[in-house]
């Protein structure tokens, strides 16, 4: 836990003194200074301000619950296009089953989209970021079941790190974080887990798009028998390419664009249902009785179980909701879900079900035919708006989910474009947008209906639902400390549905229920090969890393000379040198007057503070002016021109100096004080007067230098490191490293392109890892 972690650091009033007036002949002990030199403590952190989440004010949270509207929830909102008539594919066999279907939407939504995760899930954002690597990172956080040997007792210190945590029910919290901590299944089972359910988050963002198309545009065959289905099939098409290619412009100005069309939509199916209701048959809200679910199920048996699967499309786009948090605002989605969506969608299935009671023959075609006539072109031309809407929800969750992925080294490198510069993180990834237009495009022309890709649908959706409810158990436990009757209430309740509901979306599978699988599997075969070899990277480096003993040897040698300028040797090796190092060396004999060895790491946090980015250690002797930097990102961090790095970075570094300068006057008049010298007052403030003058002088020198250097130029060098399989290495370890690894970075972007390194001052430094 944070509070039993030894804090290396000072307090903010005891460094304001020490700038204020030098020492001023404060004593401080040894527990404040506490300092370690091995080369393996990168640094420490001198400043722990507390960076609370900033308050919202109501009026940016009303801003973003409008936008929550048009992005989050066009997905949810369209589902009343083809929920009754995908549950009742065979017609309806006895009226009474309409109320049972009703009440079984109505407690679907009711305990998934609302209870579930308006009012708990919600509650489970990292620091406001939502989806499936969000909850895996919250419990990185506390546990280290993290695959990379990178963590460092000073990343507690970044203000968005601490976990605020009750203390009742510490102990059974504690057994199950030593038993994953030390459980390497564990480990691998979560992170398997992890990347299921974001490869079915993504497989969702393909079928979303294809669904609710297909669906709005086949009512204008209730028009015109002109319209065949390869015309719908082919203007659906049309309409996803126009989608794909408006992503580029942002979620902040498709989110004002769309927000009002998917207001006009909730307000017609509403408005229509509540007319449907009173019209037909104003009995249906009797349905808010479970007994006609239970009804329904001994008149159907089997048949119920198997219409389950459309009944879980009342709630597809559900997983949006959370995935797409870090968009928008916890109060802001809830309020729109609970003022606008949730009775929207309650009236505008009730009004169905009222209309289907009189007319039982439509089923197949239960929207557009419960339409009144006069409404019937407006009503279709929002339609068709609103299922474009409906795949901005999923596209946009999957650039987030891809985006937290690729931070926590699960996914290849991508660029990742932050599209507003009003709230945070909005994002767009070019490549994976055009990806997912090319595989809706197929799935569009592939299926060409509505009902394969719904049994495809249902699968993605309770999947995700379902390893959801799977993570924020186990943060119940461990991190929130829940009640065990409350975990048990909830495991009981909304744990069985999403059970109940996935084994008959598992029915389905050879109808079109293979397709999310299959994607998921691409997509896991992606991300687990690109995993594995980052972390055999990794322990590579870190076996084979440069003693400090060895850095001394190696600088201290008289045919290297030192350049003017400052460079910047990049890595991803948090504990110590990387052996890349002494093969350039060994190379080209020369090193810059000034060296910075940047490890750039990233937090399972959210965002980290610019003031708290940088950790810095001096590599000695000091003569050397080479320093070790960690540069600490978190998974929604930008990382590209719009932050000046080499600015903030030299910025840093000078203060990192004139903090380890202030540091050692502490330490060193601490010792003084614990050893009891008894210098006399005048002899010893005139000495202690002297010393911290001279020793100023040298720490202005220092600065200087840095200065220097900077003016002369700074070099970007990056470790272009080809990996190939070690000799011995059986088969599978050859196809995973050298064709299957290799073909993905190939074909991907490079890390200069990630950062935005200026060509013309970047150096490639290569070399062959064998792993």
């Known amino acids: ?129 939502g989806g499936t690597f969000a909850l895996y990172s919250l419990v990185c956080r506390y546990a280290k079941v993290g695959l990379i040997p990178s963590q460092q007792n000073e990343d507690r210190n970044v203000s968005n790190f601490e976990l605020e945590l009750p203390s009742k029910r510490l102990r059974r919290a504690t057994k199950l974080k030593i038993k994953l901590e030390n459980s390497n299944f564990a480990k691998f089972f979560m992170l398997f887990a992890t990347m299921l359910g974001t490869s079915m988050v993504i497989g969702d963002g393909v079928l979303t798009p294809c669904i609710s198309v297909l669906s709005a545009v086949g009512g204008v065959k209730q028009a015109t028998t002109k319209m065949t289905d390869d015309m719908i099939v082919w203007i659906s098409v049309a309409i996803l390419i126009l989608l794909f290619m408006v992503q580029r412009f942002g979620t ?125 072109w407006p009503m279709f031309v929002v339609a068709v708006m609103a299922s474009i809407i409906a795949s901005q929800a999923m596209i946009s969750g999957t650039f987030s989910i891809i985006q937290q992925s690729l931070s ?126 980052y972390r055999r990277k990794y322990y590579y480096e870190l076996d084979n890393k440069i003693s400090p003993d060895k850095l001394k040897e190696v600088a201290s040698e008289t045919s290297l000379s030192r350049l003017p300028g400052l460079a910047m040797f990049y890595s991803e090796l948090v504990h110590g040198i990387p052996p890349i190092f002494k093969h350039y060396v060994e190379n080209v004999p020369a090193l810059h007057s000034v060296l910075v060895f940047v490890s750039i790491k990233s937090l399972p946090i959210g965002k980290v503070p610019v003031e708290e980015r940088f950790l810095f250690r001096r590599v000695e002797p000091k003569e050397l002016n080479v320093f070790r930097c960690v540069a600490r990102y978190g998974y929604t961090d930008v990382r590209n021109e719009e932050e000046p790095f080499e600015r903030i970075l030299i910025e840093k570094l000078k203060q990192f100096i004139v903090d380890d300068f202030w540091l050692n006057q502490a330490i060193e008049k601490d010792q003084e004080s614990e050893e009891g010298e008894n210098i006399s007052h005048e002899n010893g403030d005139g000495n202690q007067e002297n010393h911290e003058r001279l020793s100023s002088d040298d720490m202005d020198r220092q600065i200087e230098i840095i200065d220097k250097a900077w003016r002369a130029g700074v070099v970007h060098l990056m470790g272009e490191t080809e990996v190939i399989a070690g000799k011995g290495a059986n088969i599978v370890k050859r196809i995973l490293i050298d064709y299957a690894y290799t073909f993905l970075r190939r074909n991907l972007r490079q890390s200069e392109k990630v950062f935005d390194i200026p060509q013309k001052r970047m150096l490639k430094v290569g070399m062959t890892y064998e792993l």
């Open 408 to 533: 926590l080294g699960c996914f290849p490198r991508v660029k990742i474009v932050h599209t507003s510069s009003k709230f945070e993180g909005q994002v767009y990834i070019p490549e994976v947008n055009y990806l997912l237009m090319l595989a809706c495009i197929g799935v569009t022309l592939g299926f060409r209906s509505t009902t394969n890709i719904g049994n495809a649908y249902g699968i993605a959706v309770v999947f995700v639902m379902t390893l959801t409810s799977a993570f924020l158990v186990l943060i119940m436990l461990m991190i929130w400390k829940t009640n065990i009757f409350y975990v048990i209430a909830y495991v009981l309740t909304i744990g069985v549905v999403e059970l109940v509901y996935l084994s008959s979306v598992l029915y389905k599978f050879d109808q079109g229920g293979y397709l999310p699988l299959a994607f998921a599997a691409v997509l896991m075969t992606i991300m687990y090969v690109w995993n594995d070899v």
């Open 1 to 129: 836990m944070a509070e039993n972690i030894t804090q290396n650091t000072y307090n903010e009033e005891n460094i304001d003194d020490h700038f204020s007036k030098p020492l001023a002949g404060k004593i401080l002990s040894k527990q404040k200074l506490g300092r370690n030199d091995s080369l393996e403590i990168e640094s420490r952190s001198f400043h722990n301000q507390a960076h609370g989440s900033k308050g919202v004010s109501w009026s940016v949270i009303l801003q973003l619950a409008f936008q929550s509207i048009g992005i989050v929830y066009g997905d949810i909102g369209t589902s009343p296009l083809y929920v009754f008539s995908s549950t009742f594919t065979d017609g309806i066999k006895h009226n009474d089953d309409i109320l049972g279907v009703l009440s079984l939407i109505f407690y679907t939504i009711t305990l998934i989209p609302l209870i579930k995760y308006v009012l708990i899930v919600l509650r489970a954002t990292d620091n406001g970021d």
């Open 252 to 376: 902040d100005k498709v989110g004002y664009s769309f927000a009002p069309i998917i207001c006009v939509w909730f307000a017609m199916i509403g408005g229509i249902g509540l007319f449907n209701l009173f019209k037909y048959d104003p009995a249906v809200i009797k349905a808010v009785n479970p007994k006609y679910i239970v009804d329904y199920f001994r008149r159907n048996k089997d048949k119920a179980w198997i219409s389950l699967g459309g009944v879980v499309l009342a709630i597809t786009g559900t997983e949006a909701l959370f995935a797409d948090v870090g968009h928008f605002a916890v109060r802001s989605i809830q309020i729109s879900m609970c003022a606008v969506t949730y009775p929207a969608l309650i009236c505008a299935y009730s009004g169905q079900a009222a209309y289907l009671r009189k007319h039982n023959d439509v089923v197949s075609e239960t929207f557009y035919e419960s339409i009144p006539k006069p409404l019937y």
